[in-house]
């Protein structure tokens, strides 16, 4: 039985979009499809972006703001079934088609595309919050619980049965965790290979955390930035994984290109910063008054 979760796109729909249909995931868009809408991410992105500002009073491309979430804009659903259903690609994809139709509506829009480029067959859906008819999609624990149970029911119906269960546990292990288990992978060592290699690729760290949540990572944010690894039992903070990955430090490598990842940045002034202001107005005073710039004596 597949594992359903979700993650609340706010800003970065034509980017998940692009993502989740990239030909070299979908063995050349093979395994992707689409319902009321276009299946490319340029005519995909326009289309939902027309709907929800027919029925909302914010763009579909507004930034974040500067406090709080900000609105979501669409849902992104991902379909992962364990290695042991042996379900094929084909497979896989007709029953993401059946569980958006059975889940959302004839009236929603939803872009489908089905991964097969990792040791596990995974189904990717993106879901405008706002259908064609104007029903609003909430994205909480609630409807999330609701929306696996019709996956189960769908799944059920192609002949998927439940993943097995360990003796005095309620759920199975996930592959991952198997495969973590087996090679003996320190989570964190793979938490800062992650953190490392998305660096270069985002503009900022809410990108950061969306990428790491499309690799299957959970993320708590508060007064510090906490990660959990699918199939981990608990989060990690961030801060723990060493100085260069603090939630100012990560902001400053990201900002400044992973050049110098030991800085800081805060909004107190930098005493070498000052010191290297006081010495520039010095000379700036020299200069003009036609005076060398006097020898200091050496410590």
Known sequence: ?????????????????????????????????????????????????SVFESFSSERYDAPLPLRGKGTVKAIH??????????VSPELAHRIAKAFA????????????????DR?????????????????????????????REYSDRVCLAFNIQPIETRAGHGKGVAYNEWEHQRRGTSWKQMLRSEIDNLIGTVKNLDELLYELELKGYE?????YI???????????R????????????????ILWGDV?????????????RNCYEAVIGQVIVLAAEKKKVPRRDQI
């Not at 139709?101 to 097969?116: E, M, S, W, Y």
């Not at 596990?120 to 909480?140: E, M, P």
């Not at 961030?238 to 490598?253: D, F, I, N, V």
């Open 238 to 253: 961030t801060k723990t994984l060493g100085e260069e990955y603090t939630t100012e430090s990560l902001a400053s490598r």
């Open 226 to 236: 906490s990660l959990k690894a699918p199939g981990q039992q608990r989060f990690i």
């Open 219 to 223: 993320v708590k944010k508060g007064k």
């Open 77 to 86: 659903y991902i379909q992962s079934f364990d290695p042991k259903d042996n």
């Open 260 to 272: 110098g990842s030991g800085a800081v940045l805060t909004d107190e002034p930098s005493p070498l």
């Open 119 to 147: 040791g596990h067959i995974h189904s990717h859906l993106l879901v405008n919050t706002y259908t064609l008819t104007g029903r609003k999609l909430n994205d909480n624990k609630a409807t999330l619980q609701h929306i």
């Open 1 to 49: 039985m597949p594992y359903v979760k979700s993650i609340p796109v706010r800003s970065t729909v034509h980017k998940t979009l692009s993502y989740i249909l990239n030909p070299d995931k979908t063995e050349g868009l093979l395994y992707t499809s689409s319902m009321n809408c276009m299946t490319s991410a340029r005519d995909a992105y326009l289309e939902m972006k």
């Open 101 to 116: 139709r059975k889940t959302f509506g004839d009236d929603c829009q939803v872009v489908i595309a089905t991964h097969t």
